[in-house]
């Protein structure tokens, strides 16, 4: 059985799944150790490790690299690899880039931004047997402003537009449907409807599994932050402040 048939088993049996970001071996080993689900390599390595503003300047060589090191630390983790922004703009670059990274065994699941304009591409990669994770909501490599960050699906046709693409995500048989920053009650109705397991991130709870930033968790991230980081954050300081004392 391989790690993602294992991990689908997990969802049927009625376990509430954990994904959490890794970008290097030690991390990813620690994650894997703890029972974590699904290890993402995520393209928010071009804030908490590149320290840039966005995730739009993240390359495909970089993501590779990441990738590697991920895959040296694990062995039994269900590894999700996030494409970067413009490297699924058409159809044979999706899936040239999907294979490089399924083939190469630096990942079980690609994860792709999906809108309106790109469900082709989503299709395409199905046909040719790539495992998909649809990320829907807040789609960071579109956002040009800090508006941008905010809850979707508040309003009733933008509601309706995240549904209808979750379920026709759903249909075409996507392994797994991530969404950022939806409204709860809309990503609980997409959770409930679907077949998949739908995972999220600021997005209510209720749902068949919670994504997070490892950074985030660990407290040391530059992100707006919620009251567990900050109590999390207070932990890591105690550490940190014990051994400059100890010098
Ligand atoms: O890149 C990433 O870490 C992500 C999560 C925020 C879902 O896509």
Excluded: W
């Amino acid at each position: 059985m391989t790690a993602l048939d294992n991990l689908l088993m997990s969802y049927k049996e009625g376990i509430t799944l954990s994904c959490v970001t890794a970008y290097d071996a030690s991390i990813a080993k620690y994650l894997e150790t703890q029972g974590v689900n699904i290890i993402l390599v995520g393209d928010s390595l071009g804030q908490v490790i590149q320290g840039d503003k966005s995730t739009h300047n993240v390359s495909f060589e970089e993501i590779i690299y990441h990738a590697k090191c991920v895959a040296s630390g694990t062995n039994r983790s269900t590894v999700m690899v996030d494409l970067p922004k413009n490297t699924y703009n058409t159809k044979l670059r999706a899936l040239k880039n999907s294979k490089k990274l399924i083939n190469n065994n630096l990942a079980d699941l690609i994860k792709v931004e999906v809108d309106s304009d790109n469900l082709d591409i989503v299709k395409h990669l199905i046909q040719k047997n790539i495992p998909v994770c649809g990320h829907l909501g807040l789609l960071p490599q579109s956002i040009k402003r800090r508006s941008g960050f905010r809850k979707y699906g508040k309003n009733k046709r933008e509601a309706s537009l995240i549904y209808n693409n979750a379920i026709l995500l759903d249909t075409m048989g996507v392994k797994i449907i991530l969404l950022e920053c939806v409204e709860a009650t809309l990503a609980r109705r997409i959770a409930n409807t679907c077949c998949c397991p739908v995972i999220g991130i600021g997005s209510g709870l209720g749902l068949d599994g919670q994504v997070a930033v490892i950074y985030d968790l660990l407290g040391i991230s530059f992100n707006k932050i919620t009251s567990l980081t900050k109590k999390n954050e207070k932990a890591i300081n105690k550490v940190i402040q014990a051994f400059i004392k100890k010098n």
